[in-house]
C-alpha cells in the first residue's frame, strides 16, 4: 500500500513539474490599442501593443492585434466604435477562412499605411519583447475588401 503512495506522489510531483514550464513559455493575449488621429471614414492610425518571443514576433503581433480589434471589438471614439465585422470572432473565421486565413498570414500589411515604433522594443519579464507600434489602417479599402469577399453587406443591402 504504501508503495501505491509513493508511486503516486512521483507521478504527481512529475505531472505538475512538466506542466510549470509550458506555463512560463505563454505570450499573454493584449487588446490594447488605442486610437490617434482619424481621417473622416478613410482611415484610422492607431497606437498597439504586441508581445512575442522576439522583437519581430511582437512587432507581428502587435499589428495584427489593430486589426483584430478594428474587425472584432471596435476601436473607441472613433467612427468605427463598433465592430466592423462583428463580434463572434471565432464563428466568423471559421465560416471565413478562405479569407481571414490569407488575410492573417501576411495580406493584411497590404491595408497597412505605415508602421513604425512609438516606444522602442524592449525586453520583459520571462524573456518576453513588447512593441507599442503606431500602426495606420486604410479602413476604406479594407472595408471595400469585406464586402468585396462577402464577410460584411454593402449597406443598403
Known amino acids: 500500500?504504501?508503495?501505491?503512495?509513493?508511486?503516486?506522489?512521483?507521478?504527481?510531483?512529475?505531472?505538475?513539474?512538466c506542466n510549470r514550464k509550458s506555463q512560463q513559455v505563454r505570450?499573454?493575449?493584449?487588446?490594447?490599442?488605442?486610437?490617434?488621429?482619424?481621417?473622416?471614414?478613410?482611415?484610422?492610425?492607431?497606437?498597439?501593443?504586441?508581445y512575442g518571443k522576439s522583437s519581430n514576433d511582437a512587432i507581428r503581433n502587435a499589428e495584427i492585434n489593430s486589426f483584430d480589434i478594428l474587425l472584432f471589438r471596435g476601436i473607441p471614439q472613433s467612427a468605427y466604435e463598433r465592430p466592423m465585422v462583428g463580434t463572434l470572432e471565432k464563428d466568423i473565421k471559421s465560416d471565413n477562412s478562405g479569407y481571414f486565413g490569407p488575410f492573417y498570414?501576411?495580406?493584411?500589411?497590404?491595408?497597412?499605411?505605415?508602421?513604425?515604433?512609438a516606444v522602442p522594443v524592449q525586453k520583459q519579464k520571462g524573456g518576453y519583447y513588447v512593441a507599442v507600434r503606431n500602426v495606420g489602417i486604410n479602413?476604406?479599402?479594407?472595408?471595400?475588401?469585406?464586402e468585396a469577399n462577402k464577410v460584411i453587406r454593402k449597406f443598403g443591402l
Do not use: C
Open 1 to 17: 500500500m504504501k508503495r501505491y503512495i509513493w508511486m503516486s506522489l512521483v507521478l504527481g510531483l512529475l505531472f505538475f513539474s
Open 105 to 117: 498570414k501576411n495580406r493584411y500589411k497590404s491595408f497597412m499605411t505605415h508602421s513604425y515604433d
Open 139 to 146: 479602413v476604406l479599402s479594407l472595408k471595400s475588401d469585406l
Open 27 to 50: 505570450i499573454p493575449t493584449t487588446a490594447q490599442v488605442n486610437l490617434v488621429e482619424e481621417v473622416r471614414y478613410k482611415t484610422l492610425d492607431v497606437r498597439s501593443v504586441g
